[in-house]
């Protein structure tokens, strides 16, 4: 077989994936992995990192580790992908391909929400946690309003671990009762999607810590000036503190190069991974199979899709069979507070998810943190 060039856009954990399951199966191929930062996070940490609890050290790996497998890693942000000539174009760079897997992920529509970049704080990259750790170290009591997006955004857990974080983080410093927590989420009840049993659970916890949640509701404006969150309908919320999950899309590259959709996202074969052009797949956070539109964006998803896009490009190159469909079954960790996390198991990517979920305990927060060096040492 001649030798062929996989090209991988995107190296966070879809990519590192993709490309680590590359390299092995097509050993006698070329694997060039692109990403625009030389630094990899893990994000299932941000919220720990916003709080204090775990260190920026920690949670981080220079990208160029790849390269010790093999894998060509190139610093540069994608530009623009032409699919019929099979070049993707990154800052003056050309990169020719025979099969090109995207794996960019999802960014936050920061101009969806006026007002929203001027007055907020977040926890969704790295400088944001750095940031919004910073402000809580001067933040003084007050209101702390956390808002949950409409549509599909990074993790859906995420908002309400922060909120339980925060309430202990406020709990330790002594000034909890200085402090009223609040999340408003479009969401019938919080994490509705998962099931009545995973629902109750996390809202149990909040009540339970005195975190009101507003459900039914989104912000569509901020007024920075006046600290005023207004609600689609409904009356403005004063907070001291706001923050708020941008709604995602897809990398606007993707858009202009004409793969992903008006909704912004990069619609894939369920059972392949593979996009309407023939030798493009695209996995994790930026890729939605065809035909369900709540697919959740999470590490146990990117994994599974990535393994199956490589074991596809692997078996075209190879002549062989092709490889088995993803399937994203797996456990998350959701903290709730107190050195605790709850542990929701079983097989997300069935409509509803089929799930169970585990009561609160120190167990699963230590696995949450096994799992981040698990991640930044397997992976990269
Ligand atoms: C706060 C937070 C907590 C989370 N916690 C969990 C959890 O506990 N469990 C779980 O399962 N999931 C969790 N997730 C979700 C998980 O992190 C994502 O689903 C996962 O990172 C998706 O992987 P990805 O490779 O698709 O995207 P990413 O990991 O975001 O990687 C995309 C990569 O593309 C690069 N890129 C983008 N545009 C360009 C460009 N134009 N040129 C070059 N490079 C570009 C970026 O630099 C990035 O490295 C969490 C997410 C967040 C934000």
Redesign the pocket.
Known sequence: VPERTVLV????????VAARELRRLLPDHRVVA????AT?FY?????ALAVGETRARSLQRPRARLARHGIEVVN????HVDTAARVVK?EGRELRYDYLVV?????ADNGAIPGVTEATQG???FEA?ERLGAALRYFAGGRVLITVPEGRF??P??PY?MAMLLEQHFHVRKMRQKVEIGVVTPEPAPLAALGEETSDLIAGQLAHKGIEVNTGATLAAVDPVRRLAHLADGAPREFDLLIAIRPHRA?P?LVESGLADDDGWVEVDPATMETGQEGVFA?????LPRGDGHAF??????KAE?AAAAGQIAARVRGAPPSAPPVDR?R???EVGAGAAVMVSGDFGARPPRVQVAQPSIVWHWA?TA?EKYWLSRWW
């Open positions: 856009l995107g190296c966070g954990m879809a990519g590192a692109i990403d625009r930062g990899a994000a299932p940490s941000f919220p540069a942000t994608v530009q990154a794996a960019l992920g999802a960014e926890f969704y990259t946690a990074r993790w857990p995420a671990e990398p590259v996995v994790g956070d930026a890729a964006m999470s590490i146990t998803r990117a990535a797996g998350w960790f959701i949450k799992l």
